[in-house]
């Protein structure tokens, strides 16, 4: 018997009876025995279900932690709109989302979407842009649903479809949306961050067949973008808009608090919102270069929890066949870090997040009409898998809008790229279904 010692062998073991195209359902699988290295390599926590996420990696060196736990503090942090009693946590607003990350970001998993009397939660955001990525000339980028001076831009509520499917409606206070999109966006649960920070480039690139030139239907594609004056891969984000922690934390500061920072001085507002241009500032910038280290060095040591593998059997044929389905050809199993000058005990780790970072086209019934930056408004980053049955365990919902409340629907939703790898998870047979989710379920 062939023995795989990794994922990765598992991965050249199978690929090549991978069928090109919907044909049927292939046939059972005998489990190869695998022996798992930890899903998260030094950043592998042993699970909490109590609180699974935003835990730290513990082959962090304890010299290093005084960074990280500032960053853990600014992290749970309520922020105060300016002058408020910490100057260290003032200049909340003028136009905000939610006083903290963790509102949107927990330890259990997605925070609630979906509040009573069909209004949405700060964590469901909305995105805005026309189908060429241009933001809304008065509200900018992103709806803000807060402010502490003045009204806020606008209020979502939700309703759900016959079909099942989510509606956002958005209620806007002053001048109307127009051509421009509101593009759903659920708070991802934040782990292995660091990891997925740290992988080079050029393992990424390697991935990317833009024009599909091996004509497998899938094309996956960098989003290339620019940061502090460099073209960079972008990696985090359901857009993939942001190429590192350091610009991710620097925008959601920006974008979802109202807070500056030195990559962005300027408070959240537009040129034509007046109100919220006058309002009082906590600090030039309100949150110093110092703070933002610290937030970024607490989620670079954010841990991965160990997988949960119940019956390995039933695991390991379930790998097999999120291999053979296809999934596997945007969801990879195995990624590397590079060099963490920052902290050491997280270079050089394999670990097993399932994406590959790159964006891909699932087709229309994803395609919100609001492209941004480069991407398409039918392109979306693959999203690590990871974690994700620890958030349907706590009823967390799925894909970039959240309109789908287990992983197996957030499947019946792949089109376009993935259309085929869908059409073949449809044709398992029932038991063979139940073992790759068992599998995903404990990723
Ligand atoms: C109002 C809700 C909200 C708040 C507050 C918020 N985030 Fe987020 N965060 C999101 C959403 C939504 C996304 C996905 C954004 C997108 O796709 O455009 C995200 C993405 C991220 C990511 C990338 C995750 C990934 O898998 O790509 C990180 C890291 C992150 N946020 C950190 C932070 C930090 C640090 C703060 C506080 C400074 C913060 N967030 C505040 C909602 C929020
Ligand atoms: C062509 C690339 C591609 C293939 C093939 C693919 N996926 Fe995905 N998957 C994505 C992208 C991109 C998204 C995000 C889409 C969105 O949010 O609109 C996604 C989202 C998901 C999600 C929801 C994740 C979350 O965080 O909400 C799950 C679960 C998932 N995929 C599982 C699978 C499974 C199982 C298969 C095989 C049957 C598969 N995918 C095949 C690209 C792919």
Redesign the pocket.
Known sequence: MRRAVWAGVLLVLTACTAPDRPGPAPTPVTPLPISWTPAGGSATVTLDASRPFLQFAPAIDPSEWAGVSQGREL?VAQWQPAPGPRALLDGLGPQF??G??S???QSTGRAEALGPGGRTL??V?F?LGDAQGEPHPVYGEQLQTAATTGDPEGQVTWTRQPDGRLNYQVQVSGDPLDGVRASA????Q?LG?GLLDRVPEADLLAWADELDRDRDGISGRPHWVTEEGQVKLGR????A?QAS?RS??AA??HQ??GLTTSLHPAENCTVRQAVCAEAVSGGQPEVSDAALEA?NDF?TVLAVPERRMGDPATFNAGAALFEQVGCSSCHRSTLTTGVSSRFAALSHQTFYPYTDLLLHDLGPALDDGAAEKGAQSGEWRTP?LWGAGLVEASGGRFL?DGRASTLAEAVTWHGGEAERARERFGALQAIERAALLHFLRGL
């Open positions: 992290f989302l939610t903290a990350c509102g949107c970001h700060p964590a955001l995105r966006r659920l708070s991802p934040l961050m985090f984000g359901w857009k808009i922690l991710q934390s959601a500061l979802d608090m937030i989620l690590p970039h």
